[in-house]
């Protein structure tokens, strides 16, 4: 059964957005902190956005004021509208759930996450 699927995922311009999506079981959207993180290809994984059960965000300092996370309560899906893209936003895109509150202290602790979904592609050329 999957309980964290993204969606969204594509190639766009330099300066171009896009909405990922990750669309959740029940049990997963009503853990205490989801987030999004990223990672490329033979680098570590980070953090880009958390936000906690009552809809409090946090940002990673790369992604502040271009990136917006966001939950539909209603659908059980979380968002990330991702506007002003650059190159360097090019990684594979993961949807995660924690049951720690402290997982949404900061915007990397993904070590406090306990459920990933497969990842979705983000290409963005110049």
């Known amino acids: 059964q999957v309980q964290l699927a993204e969606s969204g995922g594509g190639s766009v311009q330099a300066g171009g957005s896009l909405r990922l999506s990750c669309a959740a079981s029940?049990?997963?959207?009503?853990?205490?902190?989801m987030g999004w993180f990223r990672q490329v290809p033979g680098k570590p994984r980070g953090g880009v956005a958390v936000i906690d059960r009552i809809g409090a965000t946090k940002y990673s300092s790369f992604v502040k004021g271009r990136f917006t996370i966001s939950k539909d309560s209603a659908e059980n899906t979380l968002y990330l509208q991702m506007d002003s893209l650059k190159p360097e936003d090019t990684a594979v895109y993961y949807c995660a759930a924690g049951k720690e509150r402290r997982a949404c202290y900061g915007a990397n602790y993904d070590y406090l996450f306990s459920k990933w979904g497969q990842g979705t592609e983000v290409t963005v050329s110049s």
């Open positions: 029940e049990y997963m959207y009503n853990a205490n902190c």
